[in-house]
């Protein structure tokens, strides 16, 4: 159930209770693909660094270790021993994006997998039982993410597919959660807007599946290569036609700057790869920009990351320790980055709740922005 506590414009502070917990929105949810996060991050270390939700995938764990093994093993929260709610997205993005020589019919993809190349067929029933065997606490529809280049026409005739997929996704989920072997009865599905960058394509398919009565609302094939002007312009038409009393989720975004601009355009749920990704090559984020800590400058540099920053690396470590530990290529270096990182966008999303609580939302942002503009000294 989706509870919205406190708005501020399209802004909204909001909490979702799940099986496996209250979520409080918005919310930044921690990239864990394969069931860990990349940069030696242990379920313990995200229960230190404020992480409220886990996101993993659905195509990368079918391939490997397999859905079903995950399945004899408990499902995922118990396979990964993590007890907060995780998300699973359908697969969709990246059989769209890894697979080679796929071919879209009505019935699904069927396309071959990028680790040993054997023939793979997945469409909205497959995702939704694969997601029933990992046994999250949200799934997500499988949808097709056409490019955000893609030709009207094209577009148009995805964005059908993807809509009358939903239709099976709910179907089969409402199947899977009433039957008696099924892990998590409770699995919440959330639909998946697409349309590229055409205004009335995106809002025609939002009013579509909003008539669904679902538990919540993404906007997907966006930050996959159209600027951000004309990210933040879909999310403005788009959001609106959306049910508000229902969780927004912009999958894939992104930069501590997007996060700020979607929330004050009423999205609730983001995730995104930059902060494991950055920390794991030594690119940091402060309050007063991003860092690179192989820039020979902080060679003799002994303060933290941040000055009064609490994550595990800037507790302890000086920026001249761990980028001694990049340069040698030791792990500690890049999971101290990572878990920096991590820390550093949880902790943005608690400042931005507690500026919507407060209603300061509009000035916390322009300083939070103002500050990060700033550039490392």
């Known amino acids: 159930m989706y509870r919205i506590i406190k708005q501020e414009g399209r802004a909204k ?3 979702l209770t799940t099986v496996h917990g209250v979520i409080q929105t918005p919310v930044f949810m921690n990239v864990g693909t394969v069931a860990a996060i990349k940069g030696a991050v242990s379920t313990e270390d995200l229960e230190g660094i404020k ?3 886990e996101l993993s995938n659905t195509y ?7 859905d079903e093994i995950i399945r004899k093993l408990g499902g995922l929260h118990k396979f990964m021993s993590w007890n907060k709610p995780i998300l699973t997205d359908s697969g969709g993005f990246q059989v769209f994006s890894l697979a080679s020589m796929r071919k879209i019919k009505e019935e699904g993809v069927y396309f071959n997998s990028h680790i040993d190349g054997r023939k793979i067929f997945m469409g909205p029933e497959e995702s939704m039982r694969i997601q029933s065997n990992l046994a999250s606490t949200i799934a997500m529809a499988f949808d097709e993410c056409p490019s955000s280049r893609a030709d009207r026409t094209y577009v148009k005739e995805s964005v059908d597919r993807t809509a009358r997929w939903l239709e099976r996704c709910k179907k089969e989920m409402a199947r899977l959660n009433a039957l008696d072997d099924t892990i998590n009865k409770k699995q919440l599905l959330f639909g998946i807007n697409q349309g590229a960058v055409f205004d009335d394509i995106r809002i025609e398919h939002a009013k579509r599946i909003a008539e669904m009565d679902l538990d919540g609302y993404a906007l997907g094939g966006l930050a996959v290569g159209e600027t951000h002007e004309e990210m933040y312009h879909i999310i403005e038409e788009t959001v609106p036609y959306l049910p508000v009393d229902k969780p927004t989720y912009l999958m894939g975004v992104g930069t501590p700057a997007n996060i700020l601009e979607g929330v004050e355009r009423g999205i609730d749920f983001f995730d995104c790869v930059y902060p494991s990704r950055n920390g794991r090559h030594g690119h940091l984020y402060t309050n007063k920009g991003k860092i690179n800590l192989f820039n020979a400058k902080y060679e003799l540099d002994e303060r933290p990351v941040e000055e009064g920053c609490q994550c ?5 470590y000086s920026r001249a320790y761990i980028r001694h530990l990049l340069k040698a290529k ?14 550093f966008y949880n902790t943005m999303m608690e400042e931005i709740r507690n500026a919507l609580d407060m209603g ?3 000035a916390y942002k322009k300083r939070k922005l103002s500050g990060m503009e700033q550039g490392e000294e």
């Open 13 to 15: 502070r909001g909490e």
């Open 51 to 53: 992480t409220q939700i």
């Open 60 to 66: 990368h764990l079918h391939v490997r270790p397999g």
């Open 312 to 316: 595990p690396a800037c507790r302890r």
């Open 330 to 343: 030791e792990m500690l270096g890049m999971r101290l980055c990572v878990l920096h990182n991590l820390y």
């Open 360 to 362: 300061e939302f509009a």
